[in-house]
């Protein structure tokens, strides 16, 4: 089931919470909705799912307009961040809850529900823990008990709210990569929230990169990380350094000196690079020059923070283990790739 | 130093000697001192004035204790006590839920009013509340004309006190729920309305097991405030002797008349029903304990 976001609004007591987006999920697809806490990627979701109603625009399900339709005729799994499991209920009537509560004429024979449960229970890894109740569990049963619930009802697409976010590092990193296992066997058309870049690049075929109510970026993870098209994109994927540079005749200018060339026009502009995008160059020729003042070992590369003169930001640049940094030295470097960005752009 | 393996004995001894006992926990005496005054306090308020309701009660003897509470007027009253309370507490349950599931599920305008009202019936005095009832459907009364022509007589009968035992023992049951499912939040009916539960549904199979025991608690001091309201009742039922009297209004009457060992006769009834009411809570509390804590725990 494909799923086609139109020109949404969403305003909550006038307060916008989303601008006018847009966004095309093909069908089968594992999709990520990541940005910052108040990006408005869980309303995003939660409109998706009809738990909420957009203030304008559209959602179609395949060719289906679902904007109006309640959260129960549009026939959705929806996975929340903390579980929401029924806590009166043993986990094989929490699986089969989507079905006992269908109308009677669709409603299968309790045999044939518990016997649904089991099966689920084995797809999610959980097989014979039907009978307990959901605080006998762990973090991480419950959430995959969750999933098993929500994939009960056979939705058209699987909604999925920070779904890993209650559970700890180990917990997390495991259920990842089973929920990427899962996705390939079932192929459900899925979509999740995630504030943790590092799962939403992980686990998702595209990633929706979202600040301040819009999105700034969709795409693999190749192409938010290589060609980020947004300043807010190059900062918050990844590390980044960012710089205010001149561009005349060609030619980058920061402090006098000249980093590299470009074909973009004079102006002001936004010179971006990652850390290890930097090397060191030998003192005097054209480079960002300033002083070492923090440098920390991280794995296999040492990371240094220096202070440029007249800016209050410092740069980071990743080295080599070999090469020694530490507190007070004088540092010169030069960008090996880099992005402009127009000064005014967001 | 007190790490150093060479620990000197006289360091040792020093160490032993002190006082070892939680950061949080007082000196010996304090603690006596506290529990004693607590003691005290309960024995003088709670528990010697209900020995002396038994006391009494049985003063002159077994049979004359018996007689006071089967005499007509009695009965009387006691059936006019269960039925009020089996029309008011069923009421203010249905209320209860309703206005807490309300303030907790939604957000409307006019909710923070909605909370002080439910409260009113606490701060203001019972008495007040029967005089209301009176100045609206006694004589002249503006609601007067409309019980009149419903045909119903309702100051200075069952209607009336109903009204009046309604209104006192309002707030127990929406008081009792509504911080717990505030607390509870609307995750687990999303969750229900998600797998295509309607609303009913989402209400009978998910929110009210979630607060099962809250609600068991609000109704069984709804019911014991309902059994024992004296001043709302007293006003508004002209205390007619065998025909309006419940059982506290029994009780004042049979005391003014000076008839005391029957006056406490009928109080021992009373009594027994708050300790029941009592013990029927502990005995959830301790059979259930996981399941409350666990429902109370929220998500």
Redesign the interface.
């Known amino acids: 089931m494909d799923i086609r976001v139109r020109n949404i609004r969403k305003e909550f007591d006038l307060f916008p919470a989303l601008h006018d987006v847009s966004l095309d999920i093909r069908s089968g697809e594992l999709i990520a909705l990541l940005g910052p806490s108040g990006s408005g990627k869980t309303t995003l979701l939660r409109l998706i ?3 909420e109603f957009p203030t304008s625009g559209q959602i179609f399900f395949g060719d289906d307009d679902a904007s109006q339709k309640s ?2 005729e549009r ?4 996975v ?1 961040q ?7 209920m043993t986990v094989a009537d929490n699986i089969g ?2 079905l006992r ?2 109308p009677g004429r669709d409603r299968p024979p309790s045999a044939e529900i518990r016997r649904r449960a089991e099966e689920l229970l084995e797809l999610v890894q959980l097989p014979g823990l039907g009978n307990r ?1 959901p ?1 006998q569990l762990s973090g991480g049963q419950r959430q995959r008990v ?1 999933l098993a ?2 994939l ?2 056979e939705p058209r697409v699987l909604l999925l709210d920070e779904p890993f976010g209650a559970l700890d590092a180990k917990v997390r990193k495991d259920l990842r990569r089973w929920l990427r296992e899962l996705h390939d066997r079932t192929g459900h058309t899925t979509v999740f929230v995630t504030h943790d870049q590092e799962e939403a690049v992980e686990l998702a075929d595209r990633v929706v990169v979202m600040s301040q109510g819009r999105i700034e970026q969709v795409g693999s993870a190749d192409d938010i990380y290589d060609r980020p098209q947004s300043p807010f994109v190059f900062s918050f994927i990844g590390q980044s350094n960012a710089l205010p540079v001149e561009v005349r005749g060609g030619e980058i200018a920061f402090a006098g000196q000249v980093l590299g060339r470009t074909d973009e026009a004079d102006g002001h502009w936004r010179m971006f690079m990652r850390p290890h995008d930097l090397e060191i160059v030998p003192a005097g020729e054209p480079g960002i020059a300033g002083r070492v003042a923090v440098a920390r070992r991280s794995g296999s590369s040492r990371f240094a923070e220096f202070d440029v003169p007249g800016r209050s930001e410092r740069i980071e640049v990743e080295l080599p283990a070999s090469v020694a940094s530490a507190p007070g030295m004088d540092l010169n470097v030069r960008p090996k790739r880099w992005t402009l960005y127009a000064e005014e752009s967001r | 130093m007190a790490l150093d393996a060479t620990l000197q004995p006289s360091a040792s001894a020093a160490v032993r000697s002190a006082p070892q006992r939680p950061v949080t926990t007082e000196a010996p005496w304090v603690r006596r001192a506290l529990i004693t005054l607590a003691l005290v306090f309960l024995a003088l308020v709670l528990f010697l004035p209900l020995v002396a309701v038994f006391v009494e009660a049985l003063r002159n003897g077994v049979s004359s204790y018996l007689s006071a509470i089967t005499e007509p007027d009695a009965l009387q009253a006691m059936r006019l006590t269960l039925t009020i309370a089996a029309i008011a507490v069923p009421l203010n349950l249905v209320f209860g839920v309703a206005a807490a599931w309300a303030i907790a599920k939604f957000e409307f305008r006019g909710k923070a009013l909605l909370i002080t009202v439910i409260d009113l019936p606490f701060s203001v005095s019972p008495v007040i509340a029967g005089f209301v009832f009176i100045l609206l459907f006694g004589t002249g009364g503006s609601l007067q004309p409309l019980a009149q022509w419903l045909g119903i007589q309702i100051v200075f009968a069952l209607p009336g006190m109903v009204l009046a035992t309604t209104f006192v023992t309002l707030p127990f049951v929406a008081r009792e729920l509504i911080p717990l499912m505030q607390e509870q939040g609307t ?2 009916e ?9 609303g009913w ?1 989402t209400f009978f ?2 929110t009210l ?2 607060v099962k025991w809250a609600l068991l608690y609000g109704v069984l001091l709804c019911n014991a405030r309902a059994m024992g309201e004296f001043g709302a009742v007293a006003v508004i039922s002209g205390k007619i002797r065998g025909e309006t009297n419940t059982m506290p209004l029994h009780v004042e009457i049979l005391y003014n008349e000076y008839a005391f060992s029957a006056a406490f006769a009928v109080a021992t009834l009373l009594a027994l029903l708050a300790l029941l009411t009592l013990l029927l809570k502990t005995v959830l509390e301790w059979r259930f304990a996981g ?1 409350i804590a ?2 109370r725990r929220g ?1």
């Open positions: 799912a009809g738990l959260v129960q026939h959705v799994g929806f929340f903390h579980y929401a499991l029924f806590k009166h809850f989507g509560v269908r109740y605080t969750a619930r929500a009960a009802i | 995750g687990d999303e969750a229900a309305l998600s797998l295509g539960a309607g549904r199979l998910v097991p979630n399941d666990a429902t998500h």
